[in-house]
């Protein structure tokens, strides 16, 4: 029978009994069923618990602007299925995925896969077929057992290493750290964004054999007056503008992409990645969601913040660019994060909170009681109201706020998209 691509995602979050379960096996029998080789002529993999879907995004910007044909592919989606996978910078197409999982239907046999891996396998069909010059593949959770991890990347990158998803990944940094350093590969670049990683991610690293290319010491972003920075390894030396992402940590992921594609080896076929080029592309860069700003006499301030790590970046923004009015927040998040710590981040930028429920995100989604029940103790004492749906949050925030205030919209990627929709923002790609 045949489905829509609406029906297949609902039918596939049913065929795992788990629904999520991490592990290469499965993932790695059905490729081989499937025949799949490489995605393209070169992979980058990139893995981190904050910072991935930007450092996706530059690096994709800057092969474009430099001319080389791109593929991307992402995770989770704002609004639509089909911002997971772009190539040369468009949605992928309905059909092609509906295609795409049949294929992977008719392969699979008794295989149980799990809603990401039918995703990922996917996205590498597609990928394949479309013999892209440079495939980019964002991690989902983790790296060592994560579905993209079936891939040998010429570059992985690491992002960052903060607590998130702890039933997983581990308790702490270093435990984290293991984890996500499994996307490395023996004598292939490790680039590190962060300045001080883990020990134990230099720990797998130099057990593996790869080889660590480390902001600040192999590669360096230096800022510059006037808001621009300057990017240094050992080819050289360039000046570059701002990112045209606001956030803190954004000069840091474009110099991470830009690392990454240095460690590529060159191609007779392909033009280098020039300074004009990625000067271009980070003039151009957008990504909606991560600190996404919607001018009016009321700003918009949109961040998928769902960890206390980006909620603290998002309040330092916040404190370095006030508003002459009030601060309202409009904030729902899922059941499996650490709602209190993130909330707790934004106690000092935040005047009016107003909490939203996600009850039909299932099976983590939490319903507005569920939620103030997390955070009761944080905002007992502060102006705060209680709203059955992300829509009605908004409404009720866009009709209280006065000119010269701020709606910061945070905490998972379905609070923004269901702003988004509110908002009735176009942002197809």
């Not at 029906?7 to 979050?13: P, R």
């Not at 998209?417 to 908002?423: H, I, K, R, W």
Request: glycine share 10%; charged share 25%; net charge negative.
């Amino acid at each position: 029978m045949a489905r829509t691509l609406e029906e297949w995602l609902v039918w596939q979050q049913g065929v795992h009994p788990a629904g999520m379960a991490l592990g290469l096996e499965r993932v790695r029998e059905a490729a081989q069923r499937l025949g799949l080789a490489a995605p393209a002529a070169r992979t980058i993999i990139v893995a981190g618990t904050n910072g991935k879907g930007s450092t996706v995004a530059f690096i994709e910007a800057m092969a474009r602007a430099a001319g080389w044909r791109t593929g991307a592919y992402t995770s989770p989606h704002l609004r639509r299925y089909t911002e997971r996978l772009r190539i040369d910078g468009r949605e992928a197409d309905e059909a092609r995925l509906i295609d795409a999982f049949e294929r992977i239907e008719a392969a699979r046999g008794d295989l149980p896969l799990t809603y990401f891996e039918y995703g990922t396998l996917a996205a590498l069909m597609l990928l394949e077929a479309a013999e892209v010059d440079l495939a980019v593949l964002e991690v989902g959770l983790g790296g060592r057992l994560d579905a993209v991890n079936l891939v040998d990347a010429d570059v992985a990158v690491l992002t960052s290493v903060d607590l998130d998803h702890a039933e997983y990944l581990g308790e702490d940094r270093e435990s984290i750290g293991v984890e996500k350093a499994g996307v490395f590969r023996a004598g292939r670049p490790a680039v590190l964004a962060e300045r001080l990683p883990p020990g134990s991610v230099l720990g797998e690293i130099e057990r593996i054999g790869a080889r660590a290319v480390r902001a600040g010491l192999d590669f360096r972003a230096t800022p510059l007056p006037g808001g621009g920075w300057r990017y240094q390894d050992a080819q050289g030396a360039f000046d570059l503008p701002a990112p045209a992402l606001i956030a803190p940590c954004q000069r840091d992921n474009a110099a991470a992409a830009l690392a990454a594609l240095r460690q590529l080896p060159a191609s007779p076929a392909l033009p280098p990645i020039s300074p004009a080029a990625v000067a271009d592309a980070l003039r151009t860069v957008r990504l909606p969601g991560r600190m996404q700003r919607l001018p009016g006499p009321v700003e918009v301030l949109l961040d998928v913040a769902h960890n206390p790590q980006a909620a603290r970046q998002l309040a330092d923004w916040l404190a370095a660019n006030p508003v002459r009015g009030a601060t309202h927040a409009v904030f729902s998040a899922l059941a499996d994060k650490d709602i209190p710590h993130i909330v707790a981040a934004l106690m000092g930028r935040v005047d009016v909170w107003r909490l939203a429920g996600l009850p039909e995100v299932r099976p983590r989604g939490l319903d507005v009681d569920g939620l103030w029940r997390r955070v009761a103790g944080l905002l007992s004492r502060t102006l705060s109201t209680r709203h059955a749906s992300v829509a009605e949050a908004m409404t009720e925030t866009l009709a209280q706020a006065a000119a010269g205030d701020r709606v910061v919209v945070f905490g998972s990627f379905h609070t923004v998209g269901e702003a988004l929709d509110a908002l009735g923002v176009d942002q197809r790609g």
